[in-house]
């Protein structure tokens, strides 16, 4: 498994629940609330929140937003309104108390429901991110709690869902980012597709330079034409089981995004 380097310094707050801490995000001085008897956030999510596009102002949705980290390091790379919608409710509770105690209250909305059903108030989002469960339940073993198990498995939502969830709330030219598994890579590039994403900007992410690739990060533009850029893989640690330069730098808000060459054009595209 790939470890954060988060601080979970067990900080005292009012506003925790029994069972409960406060972990440091090591970045812009934000904190989460977090949980062991709930699914904590993991690399995957600092990743797709330093890789997707976002526009300096607008508005911008979180799928599958868990305990809020993504909306959270969203709010330090733009001045857009945001928005995360949750499922479960413990999660949901959770991760609005967590902007409510990074004073992002006016920027950032929690939203209890289920992706398959939720309509925007407000129309259609510029940018959506989404971290969706990455194993279809009837793969491997979901015996655990329910909040681990929605976490993992698509107990709530499949990734068919997901996807038409995502074209259905981003406005057209808008774009949605994604973070899962390489070995279902086929089945998300078609699913996109059928629901009217382009890819347009895949990097794969590897434990070590010698080893497979374990993540991938997925953004497509809603109506775009058929045309994808593959970035450099990115390696999170060095043989001596080190972070990379790229990883530190996000990490500790040095860069508030993953490399990208320099390469812009993506971003100004329209479909």
């Known amino acids: 498994m790939l470890e954060l380097p988060i601080g979970s310094q067990g900080m005292p707050d009012a506003r925790l629940k029994p069972g409960e801490r406060l972990d440091d995000l090591l970045t812009y ?61 413990r999660l949901a509770d959770m991760a609005e108390r967590s902007v409510a105690l990074n004073g992002l209250a006016d920027r950032i909305r929690i939203r209890l429901g289920d992706l398959k059903e939720y309509e925007s108030p407000d129309g259609p989002y510029d940018a959506i991110t989404v971290n969706p469960p990455y194993m279809p339940v009837k793969s491997g073993e979901h015996k655990e709690n329910l909040h681990h198990a929605m976490a993992r498995h698509e107990i709530g939502c499949t990734l068919e869902e997901v996807t038409a969830a995502c074209s259905r709330l981003v406005k057209r030219g808008g774009r949605v980012s994604m973070v899962h598994r390489p070995s279902r890579l086929v089945e998300i590039t078609e699913a996109m597709r059928r629901n009217r994403l382009e890819p347009k900007r895949m990097r794969f ?51 508030d995004r993953l490399i990208d060459n320099g390469n812009k054009e993506t971003e100004a595209e329209t479909p």
Do not use: W
């Open 29 to 89: 001085e934000l904190k989460i609330i977090q949980s062991p008897e709930v699914f904590s956030f993991s690399l995957d999510a600092v990743l797709l929140a330093r890789f997707a596009t976002v526009p300096p102002r607008g508005r911008v949705l979180d799928l599958c937003t868990g305990n809020g980290v993504i909306p959270l390091l969203l709010s330090t790379r733009t001045s857009a309104r945001i928005e995360g919608v949750e499922i479960q409710p």
């Open 205 to 255: 992410i590897h434990s070590h330079a010698d080893s497979e690739a374990n993540m991938v990060l997925i953004e497509a533009l809603k109506e775009g034409k058929p045309e994808v850029r593959l970035l450099p893989p990115l390696i999170v640690y060095h043989k001596d089981r080190e972070y990379t330069q790229e990883l530190l730098d996000v990490f500790y808000g040095r860069k």
